[in-house]
């Protein structure tokens, strides 16, 4: 394929995702997983950080029963037991494909190249490693990835489109619950019986690395746990 060649389809799948972004503003999250379906059939996967399996069992009803959905685990090496647990029972009980990312290094090796605790001493550069980049190499098989953000999460996802284009990676980015609020997510997980994350009812709102996440306190905003004490509010996965 020439340089020409792609270009051209990275232009049509942005004007693709920001067409997409103002007619699905209004639709429903399993609306809105049915056209990503549709639109991009294999070439479409799922993000999971494994705090629930929400979306991955929304976009479980929107594939075709003849077609699992691919969801993605970036198992960074520093995660809760439960966190992988959760994983292991997605994988076990729902009609979805788990693909497991690594980092080209294990923990022990990062430890021997950059120092123990990397995460203590320069958090932005452990997800790079540990997240940003496995999940770059991993979304290379796909036009279009869905994640589970909501809008009411932390002001930094406030403007969060349900369906945008991800400049970065040059990918169209899917946040089919954008609009949720936890009620929202509560609702669902009770009414089909969804996987969640132990953690979450244990003081933790948001879960991520165990070294870099701790529980919330009362009135703090579900993104509070993690990188506590630092500036820093995402992972570098979502800007």
Not at 20 to 36: F, K, P, T, V, Y
Not at 127 to 144: I, M, S
Not at 176 to 199: C, F, K, M, S
Request: proline fraction near 5%.
């Amino acid at each position: 394929m020439t340089a020409t060649q792609e270009e051209r389809k990275d232009e049509d799948l942005r004007d693709l995702a920001e067409r997409a972004g103002r007619e699905l503003e209004d639709a429903s999250a399993l609306e809105i997983l049915r056209w990503a379906a549709d639109t991009f059939g294999k070439r479409f996967c799922v993000t999971s950080s494994m705090e629930d399996a929400v979306v991955a069992h929304l976009a479980s009803r929107a594939f075709p029963d003849d077609s699992r959905v691919d969801v993605v685990f970036l198992d960074t090496g520093y995660h809760f037991p439960e966190t992988i647990g959760t994983r292991d029972a997605v994988e076990a009980v729902m009609d979805v494909h788990v693909i497991t990312l690594t980092p080209r290094q294990t923990v022990a090796e990062q430890d021997a190249e950059y120092g123990p605790a990397l995460h203590d001493r320069d958090p932005d550069l452990c997800c790079a490693l540990r997240k940003v980049k496995p999940l770059e190499e991993g979304l290379t098989a796909y036009d279009a990835w869905a994640t589970g953000l909501r809008r009411d999460e932390s002001p930094t996802r406030a403007g969060t489109p349900v369906v945008g284009w991800d400049e970065k990676r040059r990918k169209v980015k899917i946040s089919p619950i954008a609009r949720w609020t936890q009620d929202d997510v509560d609702a669902y997980v009770a009414e089909h019986g969804v996987l969640t994350n132990p953690l979450l009812t244990d003081g933790y709102a948001s879960v991520g690395c165990a070294p870099c996440t701790r529980r919330v306190l009362e009135g703090e905003d579900a993104r509070a746990g993690r990188w506590a004490g630092r500036s820093k509010t995402e992972c570098g996965l979502h800007g």
